[in-house]
């Protein structure tokens, strides 16, 4: 699809006097959404090219190919890059937690296998890339468990996490370390990411952020939920990013699969959503340096597939078309206002 360049105000300047703006991007969308994203976003994140099992899928194999283009695209364009992710559950292939006889190899062994890999892929695009997701998503959802049960801590207990960032700042002593997870606003989850990363403040561990992955939805979380969050994680010194923003038009457990557009009114209570989260997130540019949503337009959305396999979802500030939708002119609205 060939898009003219939009002739409505880029995102970036709407915002530059407060932070960052980032679209996730695959291989793909740097091509389908150029004009979009060079107007708009002065910041982008691999969506998958930069997970594990797509730079490094075999022990000895790295496959840098796609993450290589998003890195030039940018580099071509001055926009910034976030990398996206070292540490995950998900997308890791099993040959770094197994042996030759599908064991669980030692603890030794694979802190050996990750730092070689931070080492790698981190030294790779030093000077390119800023900040890291450096360790995603391992605090448990529910209860009282501080962390989610997986292959790392059967292997490594909670060892792993500290080990992680400190490969990851020898590799790059200049990047931007995050810890990054979703359901961040979330009272009884916002506590445990807390107490996770005070403690490796604590104990000297190098961290500079935490990743508010903001995967909301018209109905949740609430804007106290969302202040309240904003407000607990600062209180530890770190900067803050929301780094996968988007608004689903539907409850989570809304497993509806039948609407080819939206309802009436949804984009307008989406509008209204966006609105009222924006203008929270300038009450505290001072501490939020980077605004990355997942995704620039609802032609390519990670929403389209989840938690309904195959129905569309429109999520972003842009339609299928990459022409604003009533969100973006919210926001640009509010910014005009409270410059004056």
Do not use: C
Not at 122 to 142: L, Q, S
């Amino acid at each position: 699809m060939n898009v003219s360049v939009p002739a409505e105000s880029a995102l970036k300047d709407i915002f530059a006097e407060d932070f960052h703006i980032g679209a996730a991007v695959s291989s793909n969308t740097i091509k389908s959404q150029e004009s979009l994203l060079t107007h708009h976003f002065n910041s982008i994140t691999a969506e998958n090219e930069m997970k594990f099992a797509s730079v490094h899928p075999e022990e000895e194999l790295y496959t840098f190919e796609e993450a290589d283009q998003i890195v030039d695209f940018a580099r071509k364009h001055g926009m910034a890059v976030r990398g996206h992710t070292l540490v995950w559950h998900n997308q890791t292939t099993d040959w770094l937690f197994r042996d030759k006889q599908n064991q669980l190899v030692s603890k030794a062994v694979l802190y050996e296998r990750i730092r070689s890999h931070i080492q790698t892929v981190v030294g790779r695009y030093k000077g390119d890339i800023y900040a890291w997701d450096v360790v995603n998503e391992v605090i448990a959802d529910d209860g009282d468990q501080l962390l989610r049960t997986s292959s790392w801590t059967e292997i490594a207990g909670d060892e792993f996490i500290a080990k992680t960032f400190e490969y990851a700042h020898a590799a790059d002593p200049n990047a931007l370390l995050f810890y990054n997870d979703y359901n961040e606003s979330h009272p009884s989850k916002r506590d445990k990411i807390y107490t996770l990363v005070k403690s490796l403040l604590d104990r000297g561990v190098p961290i500079h952020g935490i990743g508010l992955q903001a995967h909301w939805n018209l109905f949740n979380p609430s804007l106290d939920d969302i202040r309240a969050a904003i407000e607990k994680y600062a209180s530890l010194g770190l900067q803050l990013q929301l780094t996968e923003l988007d608004v689903s038009v539907f409850r989570f457990e809304d497993k509806r699969a039948d609407l080819t557009e939206p309802e009436p009114g949804m984009l307008e209570q989406q509008a209204e959503f966006y609105e009222a989260v924006f203008k929270l997130l300038k009450e505290y540019s001072d501490v939020i340096s980077a605004v990355t949503f997942w995704g620039a337009a609802d032609d390519h959305t990670w929403l389209s597939d989840f938690p309904v396999r195959g129905r569309k979802n429109w999520p972003l500030l842009f339609d299928e078309r990459h022409r604003p939708k009533p969100a973006y002119y919210r926001l640009a609205a509010l910014a005009n206002h409270l410059r004056r």
